[in-house]
C-alpha cells in the first residue's frame, strides 16, 4: 500500500545505543505525524564476509521500520514528510551515532540494501532476495569502491535518486551552494504542507553528514527534485 512506507535502518551493535537511535526515530516519526507501525529484524549470514574483515567487525543490525502515512497529506505531501523525516533523522542520530547508523531508505515504492561486500555475494549477505516470494517489477544493482572516505557500511552506494559512479572534484564548493540555499528549500515544503511545520524545524541541512561525494551528490538532486 502506498500508506505505508518502510524504513531501512543500519543501527548499532551495542544494545543501549541501539535503543536510543530506536527511540529518537520514533520520536521523530510521530512529530511528523508518520509513527512507527511495527519493526522487523532483516536477516543477514555475516558468514559471507570475510574473517576479521573491517566489514565483519563493523556489520550493524539492520532493522525495517513500517511508518504509516499521515491521513491529511496527499502523494507530494507524502513525500515530503519522508524527505523531512529522514533529514532529520539525519541531523539527530549523526551527532548520536556517527558512522553506526544509516537510514538506508525510506520509501513506499523502494527499498534498499547495501553493504560491505562484494556485489556477488549481496544475496548471500541478506537471505531476503533469494526468498521465492520476494519479487518486484525492477531491481538496480550497482557496485561502488570508496577512494576517496573511509569504508564504512553506511558510506556504501546510497541510492536515493541515482547511481553514480567517480569522484567530484568540485563537491565543497557545490555542497557550500546547496548549504546556503537549503533552509529556503526545507520552508517551501513546510509552506504547502503546514503540517510538517515541526518535523521542518528538527531539519538542519539538506546534505546529510559524513557522506562521500556521491552521497553529497544524491542529497543535492533529491533536494532540487
Known amino acids: 500500500s502506498r500508506d505505508v512506507a518502510l524504513a531501512m535502518t543500519f543501527l548499532p551493535y551495542d544494545g543501549t545505543l541501539r535503543r536510543r537511535c530506536v527511540e529518537r526515530i520514533e520520536e521523530l516519526a510521530n512529530l511528523a505525524g508518520a509513527p512507527v507501525l511495527q519493526w522487523a529484524d532483516v536477516p543477514t549470514d555475516l558468514s559471507c564476509l570475510a574473517p576479521e574483515s573491517p566489514a565483519l567487525r563493523s556489520a550493524p543490525v539492520v532493522r525495517q521500520a513500517l511508518l504509516r502515512r499521515p491521513p491529511h497529506l496527499g502523494e507530494d505531501g507524502w513525500f515530503a514528510c519522508r524527505y523531512l523525516l529522514r533529514l532529520a533523522i539525519d541531523a539527530v542520530l549523526a551527532p548520536l551515532a556517527g558512522d553506526e547508523f544509516?537510514?538506508?531508505?525510506?520509501?513506499?515504492?523502494?527499498?534498499?540494501?547495501?553493504?560491505?561486500?562484494?556485489?556477488?555475494?549481496?544475496?548471500?549477505?541478506?537471505?531476503?532476495?533469494?526468498?521465492?516470494?520476494?519479487?518486484?517489477?525492477?531491481?538496480?544493482?550497482?557496485?561502488?569502491?570508496?577512494?576517496?572516505?573511509?569504508?564504512?557500511?553506511?558510506?556504501?552506494?546510497?541510492?536515493?535518486?541515482?547511481?553514480?559512479?567517480?569522484?567530484?572534484?568540485?563537491?565543497?564548493?557545490?555542497?557550500?551552494?546547496m548549504q546556503a540555499i537549503g533552509r529556503d528549500l526545507v520552508d517551501r515544503l513546510v509552506r504547502r504542507n503546514p503540517g510538517l511545520r515541526e518535523i521542518g524545524e528538527r531539519v538542519t541541512s539538506v546534505i546529510c553528514a559524513g557522506g562521500s561525494d556521491t552521497a553529497n551528490l544524491d542529497d543535492m538532486m533529491i533536494a532540487l527534485m
Open 102 to 177: 544509516c537510514l538506508v531508505s525510506l520509501s513506499n515504492r523502494t527499498v534498499i540494501y547495501k553493504g560491505l561486500s562484494e556485489l556477488s555475494r549481496i544475496a548471500e549477505l541478506y537471505p531476503d532476495l533469494r526468498h521465492e516470494d520476494y519479487a518486484s517489477r525492477f531491481v538496480t544493482f550497482h557496485s561502488r569502491y570508496c577512494t576517496n572516505t573511509t569504508t564504512a557500511w553506511r558510506r556504501a552506494q546510497p541510492f536515493w535518486s541515482l547511481a553514480h559512479n567517480g569522484e567530484i572534484n568540485t563537491i565543497k564548493g557545490n555542497v557550500a551552494w
